[in-house]
């Protein structure tokens, strides 16, 4: 697609109950990132994938959090066990390029965000 | 480690007023540094970006000139309209992944008419 698709836009979730967010890059970029926003914070980084490869998870907040990309395109942000701090937009970026500086600073695309509300 | 300063929001000016948003960045080496903007619902979109030092981005009436003297990469714009009230977040990257890019904590502007 032209952009960076994530679904769905919004979820209400009980808590307790496993989510999943879905995230589609732009297609043939290299790099996927995923954020989390907390309600007037800035992205805060959870994890990346090169291609298939998750070569960062330093920023998955607990274990309940699980990410995958299987066929390198398509990813999955999993939460398990919700709880309401969990509340937050997750936004999904990809980027061209992989571990090398690209000739574009390595500027990342994002989608507009799956937003999660934890009840 | 590296790390972003933006200036604490919100700001509040008048449509046509000169804007400025500064941004100081902590870093080793030369990172690129970014401008996102975040409307209202909206995930964020890339304004402008610089590569490398001296440079100056612009879009859409915004610009930012990349100072490596002074760690500096502050967003100006000559005339606001009110269609540029959103969230704006300064951000660096120093290439390479994951938390080699880092925002900072976003400033809102609004434009009242």
């Known amino acids: 697609g032209a952009g960076v698709s994530q679904s769905p836009r919004y979820k209400v979730a009980k808590r307790g109950q496993d989510v999943a967010l879905r995230c589609d890059p732009i297609s043939g970029h290299v790099s996927l990132f995923w954020y989390q926003q907390a309600l007037g914070q800035g992205p805060e980084f959870l994890t990346y994938f090169q291609n298939e490869a998750q070569l960062d998870k330093s920023g998955l907040p607990s274990d309940r959090f699980f990410a995958e990309r299987p066929e390198g395109s398509v990813s999955t942000l999993k939460i398990q066990r919700t709880q309401q701090e969990d509340s937050a937009v997750y936004l999904c970026?990809?980027?061209?390029?992989?571990?090398?500086?690209?000739?574009?600073?390595?500027?990342?695309?994002f989608g507009e965000g799956s937003w999660l509300t934890v009840v | 480690g590296n790390s972003v300063t933006q200036m604490e929001g919100p700001v509040t000016l008048s449509e046509e007023a000169f804007l400025t948003i500064n941004c100081t960045y902590t870093?080793?080496?030369?990172?690129?540094l970014f401008w996102y903007v975040q409307y209202p619902g909206e995930g964020l979109q890339l304004l402008l970006k610089?590569?490398?030092?001296?440079d100056k981005g612009s879009n859409k009436g915004f610009e930012a000139t990349y100072r490596k003297e002074t760690t500096s990469f502050h967003l100006e714009k000559g005339s606001v309209q009110v269609s540029d009230s959103a969230v704006y977040f300064c951000?660096?990257?120093?290439?390479?992944?994951?938390?080699?890019?880092?925002f900072g904590p976003g400033t809102r502007l609004s434009v009242l008419p």
């Open positions: 870093a080793t080496g030369y990172p690129s």
């Open positions: 970026a990809s980027s061209p390029w992989g571990l090398r500086r690209g000739r574009d600073g390595n500027t990342i695309y």
């Open positions: 610089a590569t490398k030092a001296d």
């Open positions: 951000a660096l990257s120093k290439g390479g992944y994951g938390q080699n890019f880092v």
